[in-house]
């Protein structure tokens, strides 16, 4: 039997970065997905083969060298959610090591290190081969890594026993509202180990799914009755979530007052996104002035991310564009590359000419889910 879980990325609305301070952000899932697959080998077949499709890399290791490396956790492991220590981290990077990771794409080793933090915490040391590949553009601010840690834990826990499905189903599941929990916070564990300090936001909204607004750890739903499509634009621009939230703080340590009322002011303004978002539009008048007034709080949040220092040139650059055609923008996610902008489909072909690539997704829709596929 092949397990395949799939969990969606996300766009932040408002408050990236301030949400990781412990003020709100507004997040929305989107159309593109991770989709993991796990089929378990037998006993016999000593090995974990992991394939990461989108970064082109294929690593196997024996079960016996795992176990090896990993001797000092001893056993058995805990079964509810437990963060990877630093030292452990060291023992990860060995058995990558060990597979000669490729120098020019060291940055995405984290990726591996999560996944075997999360596969010998949850399923223990069975043999299996493992696939992933994802629609979205990895580190480009669509929450492609909680993406990649929620679809990885949710597929590994519908083959553990810790929770218990109907694998007679046919097509997409969803999980109940305990066991998606519990995907969630494994998830946020993969998240530690590749952002260092993650506010939560991102895999919550991927585990669950539509608007979610999020603050200390505390998500609440949004019902969101405005119908918002997104035009969003990645730069190319290479950067890490993990460098730009640390600068962040680092910033906050030097001005602590300063950082703090542009903090608060960010959540205003998340605090303002949700309250539109959730009005019942009594005509189109209505709608559009909505529409106005998100766009006016995009161009103030944006302002606010560039004097957290989290813009990039590239981005004013995207933002100058629309800005032509009369529209606002910002950056989504950790910021330094990327960014997203409301619907417009003129202005595509203008930031393509600076080789950027534009796409719309749809805002909202299902949190992971998962598979059964019993053919093999
Ligand atoms: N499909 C994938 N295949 C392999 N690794 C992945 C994949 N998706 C995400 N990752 C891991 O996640 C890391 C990117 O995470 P990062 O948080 O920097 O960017 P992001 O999640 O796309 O953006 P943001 O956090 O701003 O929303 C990569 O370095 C890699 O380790
Ligand atoms: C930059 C940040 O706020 C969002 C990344 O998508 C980091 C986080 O919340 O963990
Ligand atoms: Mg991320």
Redesign the pocket.
């Known amino acids: 039997m092949e397990v395949t879980a799939r969990a969606p ?2 766009i ?1 609305l408002a408050g ?1 970065h301030a949400v990781v301070h412990g003020y709100t952000a507004v997040a929305s899932s989107i159309d593109l997905y ?1 989709v993991f697959s796990i089929r378990l080998r037998s006993e016999d077949d000593d090995t974990v083969n992991l394939k ?4 082109g ?1 294929d690593f196997s290791w024996s079960v016996r060298r795992i176990k090896e490396v990993l001797s000092h956790l001893g056993s058995p492991f805990s079964s509810t959610p437990t963060s990877c220590s630093l030292e452990t981290i060291k023992s990860l990077a060995t058995l990558v090591d060990e597979q000669s990771f490729p120098e020019t794409k060291i ?6 290190y ?1 996944f075997l933090w999360l596969y010998t915490s949850i399923l223990g040391f069975k043999p299996a081969t493992v696939t ?3 629609e ?13 840690c929620v679809s990885l834990s949710a597929a590994l826990l519908a083959l553990s026993d810790s929770v218990k499905l109907d694998v007679s189903q046919k097509g997409w599941s969803t999980f109940n509202e305990t066991e998606a929990e519990l995907v969630n916070k494994w998830a946020f564990e993969g ?1 530690k180990i ?2 260092g300090r ?1 506010s939560g936001v ?1 895999n919550s909204v991927s585990t669950f799914g539509n608007v979610i607004k999020f603050k200390s750890g505390v998500m609440t739903r949004v019902n969101s009755n405005m119908p918002l499509r997104m035009l969003i634009t990645n730069t190319k621009v290479g ?4 460098a ?1 939230v640390a600068n962040v703080s680092a910033r906050k340590s030097r001005h602590p007052d300063a950082m703090c009322s542009v903090l608060n002011a960010i959540e205003a303004i998340s605090d303002e996104w949700s309250t539109i978002i959730q009005s019942h539009a009594v005509d189109d008048l209505y709608l559009s002035a909505n529409e106005e007034k998100l766009g006016e709080l995009m161009e103030m949040n944006q302002g606010l991310l560039l004097s957290i220092g989290v813009s990039h040139a590239s981005i004013e650059n995207v933002l100058q564009t629309s800005m032509k055609y009369k529209l606002a923008s910002k950056l ?4 330094g590359g ?1 960014i997203s902008g409301e619907v417009i489909d003129k202005i595509v072909e203008e930031l393509g000419s600076f080789g950027y690539q534009s796409f719309t997704a749809g805002i909202g829709g299902k949190g992971v889910q998962i598979s059964f596929d019993h053919s093999s």
């Open positions: 990325g996300k932040i990236e991770t990461l499709n989108d970064i890399l940055g995405l080793a984290s990726g591996v999560a992933v590949s994802s979205l553009p990895v580190g480009a601010g669509l929450g492609s890594s909680a993406a990649y998240e590749i952002h993650p991102d950067r890490d979530t993990k730009l989504t996610g950790a910021g990327d």
